[in-house]
T-cell receptor, first 114, second 112 residues
Framework: DADVTQTPRNRITKTGKRIMLECSQT?????MYWYRQDPGLGLRLIYY???????NKGEISDGYSVSRQAQAKFSLSLESAIPNQTALYFC?????????????FGEGSRLTVL | RKEVEQDPGPFNVPEGATVAFNCTYS??????FFWYRQDCRKEPKLLMS???SGNEDGRFTAQLNRASQYISLLIRDSKLSDSATYLC?????????????FGRGTSLIVHP
């Protein structure tokens, strides 16, 4: 089984719908991140969490919210989806006490907003 | 200016060629540096961490130049399977409060 699991892997929805993307991890890492990838723009940080009680906005948090339900779970919500939120979303974890703090990724959630 | 910058390419090279990518970063407090490989629409996977003294892993060599604030990746004897996007990642910040920040990626196409 994957260490970082994202659900759903693919979702097509309509403008105005509420969408939740879920991420769970078995690595025991405190730090979790949500990134968005658009063609030609690399990965951009939406939100990050250094532990269960810590939530921080990234560079593109508008239109998104998150919930850190437990050390192992970090969910991303789009309260009212819009077409320009169509993208590939990645969840990642890291542990500054291991190695140099590299990221471990889920397989991605492809979201299409019509 | 974007915090982490890469030439998007594509770099189109024949098999067996040597190719080099650079990545510049703007935050001098950046702590650690990585190259990730990403195949089309899949999750990025760690290729190499970049050490201060430089490091090599088979055909891949990574270098860090803190004075000029750039890292580099050299790929020797390119294989068709090296075709991918290479992402530069910089952990910017101080102490334990670093934020992993990505460049836009450099596309490599290795042709027969």
């Amino acid at each position: 089984d994957a260490d970082v699991t994202q659900t759903p892997r693919n979702r097509i929805t309509k403008t105005g719908k509420r969408i939740m993307l879920e991420c769970s991890q078995t690595k025991g890492h405190d730090r979790m991140y949500w990134y968005r990838q658009d063609p030609g723009l690399g990965l951009r940080l939406i939100y990050y969490s250094f532990d269960v009680k810590d939530i921080n906005k990234g560079e593109i948090s508008d239109g998104y919210s998150v919930s850190r339900q437990a050390q192992a779970k970090f969910s991303l919500s789009l309260e009212s989806a819009i077409p320009n939120q169509t993208a590939l979303y990645f969840c990642a974890t890291s542990d500054p006490g291991q190695g140099y703090g590299e990221l471990f990724f889920g397989e991605g959630s492809r979201l299409t907003v019509l | 200016r974007k915090e982490v910058e890469q030439d998007p390419g594509p770099f189109n090279v024949p098999e067996g060629a040597t190719v080099a990518f650079n990545c510049t970063y703007s935050n001098s407090a950046s702590q650690s540096f990585f190259w990730y490989r990403q195949d089309c629409r899949k999750e990025p996977k760690l290729l190499m961490s970049v050490y201060s003294s430089g490091n090599e892993d088979g055909r891949f060599t990574a270098q860090l130049n803190r004075a000029s604030q750039y890292i580099s990746l050299l790929i020797r004897d390119s294989k068709l399977s090296d075709s991918a996007t290479y992402l530069c990642v910089v952990n910017r910040g101080s102490g334990g409060s670093y934020i992993p920040t990505f460049g836009r990626g450099t596309s490599l196409i290795v042709h027969p």
